[in-house]
């Protein structure tokens, strides 16, 4: 077996990818959260809009842009698919109401980006766009519901 050198541009073009199909959709349900009726849906959509500008242009050098973009819908539905089985698992844990001190409040989310990148980086390297990066964000999830049920924190009160 021959050891040979990878370019540092192709090791991090899947996470190029990546980053747009992961932080699309939390500023679009961010946006959609602020402000008026009228101007949160306005700033979604052209956050939406960018978002898979920002896909297509990154997913050029490696796969083709509409290989980029398919893969980001086909991530962002299952994703949307899994926050009800989220939210059920949330209010009917020990999770449901939890208060993460200062100290721990960081690790849940990084954890969950660390895997979806992670899983995401590997599926989008070894051409599993259509299989395995859309099963990257429900993992991603995952892993953060785990830490935040994991990490020392006060319990709450639950609202439903």
């Known amino acids: 077996m021959e050891l040979r050198a990878v370019p540092a541009e192709r ?6 990818v ?5 932080a699309t959709p939390i500023l679009v349900l961010w946006l959609l959260g602020q402000g008026p009726a009228a ?5 979604a959509l052209l956050a939406l809009t960018g978002g898979l500008v920002a896909v297509a242009v990154a ?8 290989v980029a973009i398919y893969t980001a ?5 299952v994703v949307l698919l899994a926050l009800p089985v989220w939210y059920s698992i949330d209010i009917d844990t020990s999770a449901c109401g939890k208060t993460l001190s ?9 954890g969950g980006a660390l ?4 899983v995401g980086w590997w599926g989008v390297r070894t051409h599993r766009n259509f299989t395995v ?19 020392p924190g006060i319990q709450g009160t639950c609202e439903t």
């Open 18 to 22: 990546l980053v747009p199909i992961g």
């Open 59 to 66: 997913g050029r050098a490696n796969d083709g842009a509409l």
């Open 11 to 16: 090791l991090l073009a899947p996470l190029a």
């Open 115 to 118: 895997v979806f990148l992670a």
């Open 39 to 43: 101007t949160g849906p306005a700033l």
């Open 133 to 151: 990066v859309p099963l990257a964000g429900p993992l991603g999830v995952l892993v953060l519901l785990l830490l935040v049920a994991a990490v």
């Open 102 to 110: 200062t100290t721990w409040e960081w690790l849940p989310p990084t």
């Open 73 to 77: 819908f086909l991530t962002w539905a």
